[in-house]
């Protein structure tokens, strides 16, 4: 109540309310079950797209097409359901089989997504600055692209659209007949690249981030599919889109959305914009965010998990024989349930441990792998938790923790949070307010000979990952950072140069050995010269000050901990862990007997005891 909403009014614009059902509640419902009324309006649909957008010129035989490079696509009519207005709608798209290009390869097909550490980053910025948030779906979006650049693509046109032909004139009644009959073969000559070919989504893109560029968002320089709106670079960003294909997420000042939106709908066909107000609830990139009234955002996939996420079956006491080789038919359900149970890793991080091993067991699977898989998804389905982005008050600061056990696939746990910024150092007294942008556990990619070389390898990973965030915080103060080229133009203009905070990072691992050689500037005790050069970089980044300081935890308090080994429900990491994602705390537990390792240059002084040891340590020496 206490944020002023935008008041946005824009022409062929549907303003969504969370009302009745939701776009994840037509998992529930199968395409045979809408009326055959609601499916012939479907079909008409897609087709009367094709005419909106001019996607194609013509339609002729197959036998008179006399280009030998031509290539000829069978195409298939993809029906399902979808939930438009808490009401249950067809939805039917036609698509060119492009998997059977000949040409597969030649063009360029790269459209890039933003990765969901940007999306729950730019969710707490925004809770973190009162802004509003809103999702935005473009109608066809596909379809609005660039004209393609292949001037010999054809497909087949498919027997439902042959009385939409014949009504709009492109085909004769004659040859209406004989394709109802399969005597002859029409084909279309398509003049963009549609849904179902490989290039499709860089046409949109490529017209989308043309219209950006054109209404002067700035592009990130950490993710290309993150744009940020400020007037001049001397202030402060008042919004920032995140493109996920063509459902793009809006958060902004109320001036943003008044400016921006009807801007964006002179470009493109927007179908729906979802103004997202405290206390409702919204379906974006397969999760449901719910706006609670304190400002906080809870994600989660509780109605995905009910529809999708089954158990492989084995039958009889088929579970009995651990040992025994799995099946095609259990291999090929072990890894259908193995995707689901990836995909809800963006709300239950706290399982990836259990996932990535669920993972490396596909190769050479055994019933006892389904076993496990099975008792994980129980577990997941028993205890439905949705995890908290927390409003913090800026500036924001990022905490990194990071563990890895050794072994002969060595695993690598990285949790990444932003807090609020704490100065100079963190508050060890009490508990505090976090999001978790980052949890992640994988196998170490890397050769590792010894516990060292793990929890190297992992650190170097977890600050990289720490550093992303980083810089994309310092983007949401600053705007992104200025180009070499726009450098040298405020030089020669003379501007003045601007001045940009950077948020503080600290870095936590359980490894002593490894914060006492990043902090100090000895040599380093390891045969492997790949870990020299690893641990060189750490020191870098604390002298650069890209690191504020690299510290040590305890190992079992350490909540990246839970993302290397197995851990019963009631460890302590695990709790920690689970209390992160959410609760939103940090634990001061974390804290207690911790070892603080820091920069000479930010050291503290000594203390009277401390001057005592050291003296004692000498004498012994």
């Given amino acids: 109540e206490d944020v002023q909403q935008p008041d946005v009014v824009q022409e062929d614009v549907e303003m969504v309310f969370a009302a009745g059902l939701s ?42 097409l006399k280009d030998p490079t031509a290539t000829i696509f069978k195409g298939t009519l993809v029906n399902r359901t979808k939930v438009v207005n808490g009401e249950m709608i067809g939805k039917s798209r036609f698509c060119p089989k492009g998997f059977v290009d000949k040409d597969r390869g030649v063009f360029r097909v790269d459209s890039p997504v933003a990765n969901i550490a940007t999306h729950l980053c730019l969710e707490t910025v925004s809770s973190s600055r009162n802004w509003s948030s809103a999702t935005l779906d473009f109608s066809a979006a596909f379809y609005q692209g660039e004209r393609s650049t292949r001037d010999n693509m054809y497909v087949q046109v498919p027997i439902e659209w042959l009385s939409f032909l014949l009504d709009e004139k492109f085909i004769t009644k004659t040859d209406h007949d004989f394709a109802q009959k399969g005597s002859i073969v029409l084909i279309i000559h398509l003049i963009k690249d549609v849904p179902g070919i490989d290039s499709a989504p860089r046409s949109f893109w490529l017209k989308f981030s043309n219209v950006l560029r054109r209404l002067k968002f700035r592009q990130s320089l950490v993710d290309t599919c993150c744009w940020w709106y400020q007037k001049d670079d001397s202030t402060m960003p008042s919004g920032v889109l995140s493109c996920h294909v063509d459902d793009e997420r809006l958060h902004g000042s109320t001036e943003f959305f008044e400016q921006i939106v009807p801007l964006l709908g002179k470009y493109l066909v927007i179908g729906v914009l979802e103004i997202h107000h405290r206390g409702t609830s919204h379906d ?75 993972a490396q067991a596909t190769s050479k699977l055994k019933v006892l792998d ?92 977890c600050i990289d990952d720490a550093i992303t965030i980083r810089h994309l915080v310092e983007e949401s103060r600053h705007g992104p950072d200025l180009t070499l080229s726009d450098t040298i133009r405020r030089r020669l203009v003379r501007l003045p140069t601007l001045a940009r905070t950077v948020p503080s990072l600290f870095v ?32 870098e980044c604390l002298r650069l000050g890209e690191v504020r300081s690299i510290e040590h935890v305890a190992g079992d308090v350490n909540p990246s901990n839970a993302l290397t080994k197995k851990c019963p429900p009631q460890e302590t990491t695990r709790l920690m862990l689970e209390r992160m994602l959410y609760d939103g705390i940090i634990d001061k537990q974390i804290w207690l007997g911790q070892k603080l390792y820091v920069t000479k240059e930010s050291a503290p002084p000594p203390s009277p005891d401390d001057i005592k040891m050291l003296a004692q340590q000498e004498e012994r020496k």
């Fill in 508 to 539: 936590l691992s359980d490894s002593d050995g490894l914060v006492r050689h990043c902090s100090h500037s000895g040599s380093i005790s390891s045969v492997n010269k790949r870990r020299i050069m690893d641990v060189a970089s750490l020191r």
């Fill in 370 to 461: 389904i076993v496990d898989l099975n008792k994980l998804i129980s577990y997941v389905k028993q205890n439905p938790r949705g995890r908290l982005l927390n409003k913090l008050v800026e500036p924001l600061a990022v905490v990194a923790f990071t563990d890895a056990s050794f072994g002969e696939k060595s695993q690598g746990g990285s949790v990444v949070c932003l807090i609020s910024e704490p100065g100079d150092s963190i508050d060890k007294s009490s508990d505090i307010r976090c999001s978790v942008i980052v949890c992640r556990s994988n196998v170490i990619r890397r050769v590792a000979k010894s516990t060292f070389d793990a929890e190297t390898i992992q650190a170097v990973e």
């Fill in 23 to 64: 776009s994840l509640d037509a998992h529930s419902m199968e395409w045979d079950q809408l009326s055959f009324q609601k499916q012939q309006q479907s079909i008409r649909k897609d087709f009367d797209v094709w005419l909106k957008y001019k996607v194609f010129d013509k339609v002729i035989r197959k036998d008179q």
């Fill in 284 to 358: 974006y990139i397969g999760a449901s965010f719910l706006m609670q009234r304190d400002g906080s955002i809870r994600l989660n996939q509780t109605k995905y998990v009910a529809a999708k996420l089954q158990e492989v079956a084995l039958h009889g006491s088929r579970h009995r024989d651990a040992e025994a080789d799995a099946t095609v038919q259990e291999l090929e359900a072990y890894r259908t349930a193995l995707g689901r149970a990836m995909w809800i890793q963006r709300s239950r991080p706290d399982t990836g441990f259990y996932v990535s091993k669920a």
